[in-house]
């Protein structure tokens, strides 16, 4: 499978070195079925609500919570803190889970690495200040009252689409969470733990209460809070609540059940996962009812076990890296028709989702099509996957012409109509933009609701750009959308991906596929910023806090995934031949492993800005193997 090309020169032969062992590697973590998935590594909260769900669920063994405190333990700061990221500060709530976990594997009160742990949450307000999540679990395992958290009814289901604050107004992994919540808190369920946890709770000024808003929507939803409140307090027979409860709690149970996907999972992601179960554990459901035993199973599937023990997978990402795998080999000089290249080819074709799912909802009239992250998720496809499958399949030959063709046109007559009102797109949904949701009282943690996005919106572009039947004045909106989108410094911000790096790298190669040449003002300015935000050593890297502090933006330690996002977009704008994309390949061809891939310890994709972030394990072979193949490329054609 070499790559054909002339004698070049020794600096491009280093190039071709480091592409041909990326190349080899990368093809040896496919799948036989014809996929790629890499790790997708969070934080421990997947760990220790794993076992706070087994635990509720009467179903955990001491294996279990031994294996998995030892890798919580492994993830714990020198300073007694845990993380939501690598390297990132100390978090209150992500500790304080850390914390009850271990207590929950054994772990003694007084053991040195608790007592730091212990000492930091007192000292930032103990779980009183914990997030409304963190509080819903310590409700659950009796160490905090249902009565002190904020209301959350499930009769919500029964608001109709077109009311404010109905289920669909939130995202999609928010309504899927939502919902079971209030299955669960309608129950008030408990399964009290056999130690308490007294000593994070903090004394004197340190339990006192935030202030209370004094005006605007704040304080409106303070007082829809108490209504609500006042709603929980009224005794269960009470007409008309016994009706409307009943209802509430029949009609949410059939909407988790129905949500519920092939393997077990509910969208592929933990938190509406663990939350179903429990919600369906609260209706009732016994251990053995088979959608109880396809969820169990299911996050078994997503457990890695190792010598640093048993960790959970918050989500799978095989689509996504199986799209960006085939995308990679193509650009390394793999043959299209190169079996490896048809084998996933042909397996992202048996993943197409072709029925209707929640986004159906804003888009009744629109016919499915496209392509979702996981496995297994058919009621959730998003557009970012979408776009970037159709790029893909582009690059494979020897697939049944007539079904990718077809598969490709449902693709973009589906991204088409999920386009939202002003050009651009949002992941899931379209025009999920509500400005209520995140006021409710406990909506303090991560997005919930599914706005536009410029990362988004550039993989529409850069796909629709190169489909004949696309329609060219919804293809207009989208590019001025995505030029307004352009921050003032020259970058766009990344809702996916740390930061503004994965932004402008998204951005600049999708305008150019629209059209826009080397001197387009645009284009330019964002050069600029990516040449202004190199890094001494040639790469490019921009710390999580970016997400938080505007001097973090474009600035961090530099990492084989974000140099080569800057690098794409140079090598698009036509700057392959300038000193900074030499610099740029340099650090990427030095700091290659032998074995041919990249070492990267810190996060670069993102979940929710400022709250939940991932380290992609593929990102840091296949975004620079990409890069390296397009510079290859682009040097053999000079």
Known sequence: MAIDAPAIAPAAA?????????????????DPEGWWKGELETNVTMDAEDLLLRHVLGILDQGTARAAGDWIRSQQRADGTWATYHGGPGDLSTTVEAYLALRLAGDARDAAHLAQARRFVLDAGGIERTRVFTRIWLALVGQWSWDDLPALPPEVILLPARAPLNVYDFACWARQTIVPLTVVAAHRLVRPLPFSIGELAAVGDAMTAPAAASSGWPRRFERLDRVLRGYERLPGWAPPKVLLRRLALRLAEQWIVRRQEADGSWGGIQPPWVYSLLALHAQGYPPDHPAMVAGLAGLDRFTIHDRRGRRLEACQSPVWDTALAVVALADAG???????????????????????????????GLPP??????????????????????LALRRVAGLDATRRRQAIGRAVRWVEGMQSRGGGWAAFDADNTSRLCAGLPFCDFGEVTDPPSADVTAHAIEMLADEPAADAGRLREAIA?????????????????????????????????????????GVTRAVTWLERHQNDDGGWGEDLGSYDDPQAVGRGTSTASQ???????????????????????????????????????????TGFPGDFYINYHLYRHTFPLTALGRYRREAVRS
């Open 14 to 30: 280093s190039v071709t070195g480091a592409v041909e062992r990326a190349r080899d590697h990368l093809l040896s973590l496919q």
């Open 334 to 364: 793999v043959a299209p028709d190169d079996p490896a290249l048809v084998r996933a080819g042909q397996w992202l074709l048996d993943q197409e989702v072709t029925v209707a799912g929640d986004w159906a909802v804003r888009r009744p």
């Open 369 to 390: 099509g496209g392509w979702a992250f996981e496995f297994a998720n058919v009621n959730y496809p998003d557009v970012d996957d979408t776009a970037e499958v159709v």
């Open 481 to 521: 959308w995505l030029r307004a989108e352009q921050e003032p410094g020259g970058s766009w911000f990344g809702r996916w991906g740390a930061n503004h790096v994965y932004g402008t790298g998204a951005a600049v190669p999708a305008l150019v596929a629209a059209g826009a040449g080397r001197g387009d003002p």
């Open 563 to 605: 140099t080569a996002w800057a690098l794409l977009a140079l090598l698009a704008a036509g700057h392959g031949d300038s000193e900074t994309v030499r610099r740029g390949i340099a650090f990427l061809v030095d700091t290659q492993t032998p074995d041919g891939t990249w070492d990267e310890e810190l996060f670069t994709g």
